[in-house]
């Protein structure tokens, strides 16, 4: 099951449910004069993330489609996504755009730095390079500055089928997630702890999202600050 939701000003979440693994796969569509896609999802599931962003815009209409690392989940059905919308082009980490996209992506990737603003009509983004953040050497996120929306890929992984979004802690939800993940290969070290994840977390942490938008679980809603410096706590106790 599909459902729509919108989370914050412009940001409508499309989430999948996937039962045999007790997991969403959310993406993020933010309706604007130029309308992005964060997160494509599987190629298996396009149909149904398609007909979903078919329900809030005409997908031929897609300007820009970004993700924070080369995956499956992340960015899976992007060649289906630039067929069909032929104005679209990929928006990735510097790193993601010269190491793995513009090697299997039917158009060039605009690979972005972190002083670089994506402006999109009523919404301001930029990118934030975090290497080994969730994951991978490409891995970074978007945030946007106008309502202060972080579209944080895996950052506050939750499993279960939950509520479009809170505004109580999910802390406790992350922290079983990656308890749960650490018992169960292949999943075991799914996302690191490097010297400078800390770091990384609290570079975040300055830019005070109150939307702290999750690929997989409920978006974060609320002083997104605090929330990014106490997932450093949990990871570091679990990972």
């Known amino acids: 099951m599909t459902t729509i939701t919108e989370i914050a000003p412009d940001v409508y979440r499309i989430s999948t449910y996937v039962k045999e693994i007790d997991l969403q796969f959310n ?11 964060w997160e494509t999802g599987m190629k298996q599931m396009f149909p149904v993330v398609r007909d979903a962003v078919s329900r809030l815009i005409d997908p031929a209409s897609l300007r820009w489609i970004s993700f924070s690392h080369f995956e499956p989940d992340e960015c899976g059905s992007l060649n289906e996504w630039l067929s069909l919308a032929p104005r679209a082009q990929a928006l990735c980490s510097e790193v993601g755009a010269l190491v793995f996209v513009n ?44 309502h202060r929306t972080l579209l944080c890929s895996d950052l506050f992984h939750q499993v279960g089928n939950v509520e479009a979004s809170t505004d109580s802690d999910v802390l406790g939800r992350v922290r079983h997630a990656m308890e749960t993940s650490q018992r169960t290969p ?27 938008a999750t690929m997989h679980g409920s978006s974060f809603v609320g002083d997104g600050a605090r929330a990014l410096l106490d997932l450093g706590v949990v990871m570091k106790e679990v990972l």
């Open 27 to 37: 993406q993020f569509l933010i309706k604007d004069e130029q309308p992005l896609l």
């Open 186 to 212: 292949p999943f075991a070290d799914y996302m690191p702890w490097t010297p400078k994840t800390q770091r990384r977390l609290q570079e975040l942490a300055i830019l005070e999202p109150r939307t702290c």
């Open 103 to 146: 090697d299997g992506a039917i158009r060039p990737a605009r690979g972005v730095g972190q002083d670089d603003l994506i402006d999109t009509g009523r919404n301001k983004f930029r990118f934030y390079p975090t290497p080994h953040l969730p994951h991978g050497w490409d891995a970074g996120v978007l945030f946007e500055e106008t």
